[in-house]
């Protein structure tokens, strides 16, 4: 059966957070509703949040300082070109080519902590 949750937040822990929250405010054309200078910033979304921090001290031992990826965020795009040309007129410009695949197009680019971000056009009948 499960639990109840009231709200969905993806979290992501680093060791920059200045410079995180500064390209998702440009990636998603919107300040945060919540920021707490090197501590934690947040955004809204229709039905989830997107929360950044900064682990605490006592916690910064368990945080990897790899460039492997901790996350992938998955947005769901419109129009995929138009997605391309603002990463990349943020200074983030995807490393790969477009792929297609059954469910659509997509390309990964990646945030200043080289966490994935999915760029993904769904197939419809104007596409």
Known sequence: MGFEYTDTIVAIATLNIEKLVEFYTNLLGQEPITFIPNVYAEFKFNSWRLGIFQPQQTH???FPHSDKNRISLCLEVSNLEEAIAHLT???????GKIAIASHGKEIYAYDPDNNRIILHQAITSNN
């Open 60 to 62: 910064e031992s368990e």
């Open 89 to 95: 007129s943020i200074g983030f410009p995807p490393p």
